[in-house]
């Protein structure tokens, strides 16, 4: 007699596996391979940007008490003392009436209090000596750029957990960060399971396909920020799929199979995690797709037994690998961001099972729409290509109209969540 499966819903689902979370060790790396790692430790400004009172123009530097008096009839003369670029500091000091030609970037010379625009001034030669003339006033700190006002010492720029970015290399550069401390990629083992699949080179031949999975899952781990490790597409044979899976263990961190978790004659998957001994936290989640997502541990190693079909094996992911991911990653928002949006198409048949439609937002009028994309099918691959997020669309005794607020998760965004979801989601 088959064992009846007990759906767990998707929230449960999520915060079993979130039991098992772990977090990775550190490593140093150059700056200049650190785009779209995670930052291991906090950014804290070390130093005030600037770390020094410094112009924003070309122009002269001059002391505005001087020019108080200075308007189109009376045009003030200052004689002009000295010229300094970015990088240079000037070694004289202001006294009355006088100005230093500087530029852009350069550290403001002391006495100096204003900086005049090279375009709001004339400058004049008289016997070998030169003067600039002003038409009108300026006031202490004019055209400065102040010591610290773009941040103080001390301060939190970027929270560990955060994924690099071009503006963060901007910043991890200005504090000298030329080796850079992130969290160390987990190693995300991927199996794909089925005897009619293909590798993608091969010609399709009667009842076959080419795997898509494993790669489509090896991009997803890499663009959780996890390093996958192929190891190979299997037939449905129990013994060669129990080997690999056991031989796999002490090689990655996570151990994801593709298919052979339903209760087909050939789904050996849940035959494997008894013979390993391995504990099955779910084996059913009330959702859709993906119902018969498996997740076991063993050890505290998590065995993520996605679906076979495409659509259920990438929402499998993107809910309970992804978080798992980013926690490893230090990020205290590990899980997909959700956001409210306008459901463009009725989905009137109520479905027991939270559904997540793949979709795609588009911004008009203010509003955000979600369109779904392709057929509502788990073993659909074409509809995920174009697919952004995921509409959400939890179980229960009501369909669902075009019109209707829903919630989506965004496939894409880097911000997450440090919830799976909403409250009203189950
Ligand atoms: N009697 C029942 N049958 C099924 C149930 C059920 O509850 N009772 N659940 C259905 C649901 S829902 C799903 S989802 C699938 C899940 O099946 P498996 O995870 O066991 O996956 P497979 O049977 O191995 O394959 C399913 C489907 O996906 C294709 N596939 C598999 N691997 C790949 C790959 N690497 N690349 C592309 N496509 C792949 C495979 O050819 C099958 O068409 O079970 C239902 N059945
Ligand atoms: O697990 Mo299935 O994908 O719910 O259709
Ligand atoms: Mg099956």
Redesign the pocket.
Known sequence: MLEKRKPLPVKLAIEEVMKYSTIGECEKISIHDSIDRFLAEDLVADHPVPPFDRSPYDGFAIRSKDTKLASAENPVELEVIDEIGAGSVSEHSLSENQAVRIMTGAQMPSGSDAVVMLELSKVINKSGTTYMTLKRSFKEGDNVSFRGEDTQEGSVLVKKGTKITPGIIALLATFGYELVTVSKKPKVGIIATGSELLDVGEQLAPGKIRNSNSYMVEAQVKRSGAEPLYLGKLPDDLESCFQAVKHSLDKVDYLITTGGVSVGDFDYLPEIYKKLGANVLFNKIA???????TVAEIDGKLLFGL?G?P??CYVGFELLVRPIVRHFLRSKRPHLQMVKAELEKDFLKPNPFTRFVRGKLEFSDGKVKASPVGLDK?NVVTSLAEADSLITLPGGTRGYQAGDKVDVLLIDDQTGSDKPWAESFK
């Open positions: 959702m859709r797709p993906g119902s018969v997502t679906s079909n659509s259920a788990s």
